[in-house]
């Protein structure tokens, strides 16, 4: 398992390194010039090219992401703001814990919530609950995020005066723009525990634990659900990722200095730096994500656990006959 890991973080890197070419290149060609945002329509040519000549954007292209990179491997250092000549890395230090203090809860509430209704769906199919539970889930799923948070906004900030409307000094900031975020969550959650347990109790190995006699409680909890989860927690890590860039709208509605709201910033002034600082901690985000689902499926399934350590065993087996001979 440990080999399996290590040869996990060792992909990320090339992965990184094509993100952040990819990356490098489309800013390199995408039309307009950070000078002129920065200087404003005002300035000389003289002034421009002075600008673009320090900031190192008159180089060619591999000298400038050579350089980019020698910095990130080297000084962990990202660069400056064309904008504000603040460090990106402090930026990112500072916007992303926010991020993450959103997506988390999101995803653990999701889940919690989610799966319980899913499986209380699947466990009554076609039942009273089953068709209120569909009915949420497509409610859901369908109420637009940006609506959903002004109505919380009119009953718990506006009439009720129980939370504050805006901003981002403490932790009861993040009660509205949480369950705004919730909901749809929820919702998604529901709808693939739900499809996921009624595909697994069609399954033979449940037609043989009723015929043994044991309950209907241990049959959904260890057999049906444990099958089940890994599908559900593929979505929850992928929805993880999606939260940690996609909080946008609830960002922009409650003046939250998150990650979402600093990259679509720095875009509209053409902040090259600050845009590839915060791609790059989004995909190894994403990607530390993907691993550690990977792990999770280790421990769900047996099977997936053991192929780990037969690979692990094969391997040393081959060394050791290597040695011998």
């Not at 500072?94 to 799966?115: C, D, E, K, Y």
């Amino acid at each position: 398992m440990i080999r399996y890991i290590v040869k996990r973080l060792l992909a990320m890197i090339p992965v990184l390194i094509g993100v952040s070419l990819l990356i490098f290149f489309l800013l390199y060609i995408a039309p307009g010039d950070p000078a002129t945002v920065a200087l404003g329509d005002s300035a000389t040519k003289e002034e421009l090219l002075a600008w673009r000549t320090e900031h190192g954007l008159e180089d060619p292209f591999f000298v400038q992401y050579g350089r980019y990179m020698w910095g990130i491997i080297s000084r962990f250092d990202f660069g400056n703001s064309y904008i504000t000549g603040r460090s990106v890395s402090e930026s990112l230090v500072q916007a992303f814990p926010i991020t993450i203090f959103l997506a988390f809860p999101v995803t653990v509430i999701s889940m919690i919530i989610g799966m319980l209704l899913g499986i209380l769906s699947a466990n009554h199919r076609n039942s009273w609950i089953d068709a209120v539970a569909r009915v949420g889930g497509m409610l859901g799923v369908s109420i637009p995020g940006f609506w959903l948070s002004l109505m919380l906004i009119l009953l718990l900030a506006v009439k009720l005066e129980w939370l504050p409307v805006s901003g981002w000094y403490g932790w009861e900031y993040a009660v509205i723009p949480i369950l705004s975020m919730s909901l749809y969550a929820i919702a998604m959650q529901m709808r693939m525990t739900r499809s996921c347990m009624l595909e697994c109790q069609r399954q033979d190995y449940v037609t043989t634990a009723r015929a043994k006699g044991q309950s209907e409680r241990k049959i959904t909890y260890h057999h049906i659900l444990r099958n089940a989860l890994i599908p559900i927690v593929t979505s929850s890590g992928q929805h993880f990722g999606f939260m940690l860039g996609g909080s946008l709208v609830q960002e922009q509605i409650f003046s939250i200095p998150a990650l979402g709201i600093l990259m679509v910033t720095a875009i509209n002034s053409r902040d090259y730096p600050q845009i590839r600082g915060s791609v790059l901690l989004l995909a190894f985000t994403y990607s530390i994500v993907n691993l550690l689902v990977d792990i999770l499926y280790a421990y769900l399934d047996p099977r997936i656990k053991a192929q780990y350590v037969n690979e692990g065993k094969k391997k040393h087996r081959v060394n050791k006959q290597a040695e011998v001979s």
